[in-house]
C-alpha cells in the first residue's frame, strides 16, 4: 500500500499541527493503520516532544494521576500539584460579566463543550482534528473553549480536562504557580472577576520580563515561557470567575483575592 493511502498529506499536516498523545485520536482522524501503527507513532511524536522540551517546561508530562479522591493535575515548575474534584463540577453560577450566547449560531466554545462533556464524550484532542471546516485547531484551544464554557455557567469534567491537557503540557497552576498569578494580580492592580476583557500582558509582565516584549522581539525560549503562563493564567481566570478556590495536595486554598 502506497504512504499515501495509509495517511494522506492532509492527515499528515494536522497530525504535525496538533502532535496528539492519544492513538486513538489518529484512528478518529481516519488514519489506515493498526492500532498498533497508531501506537508507534505516537510513541514517535512522545519522542520528538521529548527531545524538543522547552525552558518554559511545555513538555508532555503524561495523565494526570489520583490523590485521595481528586485528581492531581500536575504541577510543572514546582509545588503542589492542584486537585480537582472527581465528579463534573457545575458553577454556582456564571460570571457576572459573562454575555449569554444570543442568534441562532451556537458559538464555537459551545459545539466544543457538547462534543467533550455530552454524548460520546470526545477527548480534546480528538475535537481539535475533527473540525466540521474540516480545517483542525490545537488542544490549547479546545482547553479554551472549555474553560469559557465554565465561566458561562455550564459543567465541565474538570479532572478529565486537566488529565488531558497535561499531556499537552498544559497543566492547570500548581500551588507555587498559583501564588504567583495571584501576587501578579494584586502587584497589577487588576482584578481580573471584574475585568470584561483582560489583557494577559498586564499580569504576567509583573514577574515575567519577557512578557514585556512584543512578539517578534522575543526569541523562541521566550515565547515558549510566555505561551506557558498565558496556559497558566486561563485556568486561573476561569476559577477566579466562578469562584472556584482550588486545593492542592489535600489543603484547600485559602482565598486571599476580593
Not at 457545575?90 to 462533556?117: C, I, Y
Request: aromatic content about 6%; some cysteine; glycine content about 8%.
Amino acid at each position: 500500500m502506497a504512504p499515501a493511502s495509509v495517511l494522506a498529506d492532509h492527515l499528515v499536516m494536522k497530525i504535525c499541527h496538533t502532535k496528539p498523545t492519544e492513538s486513538e485520536s489518529l484512528l478518529a482522524l481516519g488514519a489506515r493503520i493498526t492500532a498498533q501503527g497508531a501506537n508507534a507513532l505516537i510513541e514517535l511524536i512522545q519522542r520528538w516532544r521529548t527531545a524538543h522540551a522547552d525552558v518554559a517546561g511545555g513538555a508532555s508530562q503524561g495523565p494526570a494521576a489520583s490523590q485521595g479522591g481528586a485528581s492531581a493535575a500536575g504541577a510543572s515548575q514546582g509545588g503542589a500539584p492542584m486537585q480537582l474534584p472527581t465528579e463534573t463540577y457545575t458553577p454556582a453560577a456564571p460570571w457576572k460579566l459573562a454575555v449569554p450566547p444570543a442568534g441562532k449560531k451556537p458559538p464555537v466554545w459551545d459545539a466544543s463543550w457538547r462534543r467533550f462533556q455530552q454524548g460520546q464524550k470526545e477527548s480534546i484532542e480528538q475535537i481539535a482534528l475533527t473540525q466540521v471546516s474540516g480545517k483542525a485547531i490545537l488542544p490549547s484551544t479546545v482547553s479554551g473553549h472549555l474553560l469559557t464554557a465554565l465561566v458561562q455557567g455550564r459543567p465541565v469534567d474538570l479532572a478529565r480536562l486537566a488529565q488531558q491537557v497535561t499531556a499537552q503540557g498544559l497543566a492547570p497552576p500548581s500551588e507555587d504557580e498559583w501564588d504567583r498569578l495571584e501576587s501578579a494580580e494584586a502587584a497589577s492592580g487588576i482584578n481580573v472577576v471584574t475585568t470584561l476583557k483582560l489583557v494577559k500582558t498586564d499580569m504576567c509582565k509583573v514577574f515575567l520580563p519577557a512578557a514585556e516584549k512584543e512578539w517578534a522581539e522575543r526569541d523562541d525560549a521566550e515565547k515558549a515561557e510566555v505561551s506557558y503562563w498565558y496556559a497558566k493564567l486561563d485556568w486561573y481566570t476561569a476559577f477566579r470567575k466562578v469562584g472556584l478556590v482550588p486545593s492542592f495536595a489535600g489543603a484547600a486554598k485559602q482565598a486571599r483575592m476580593a
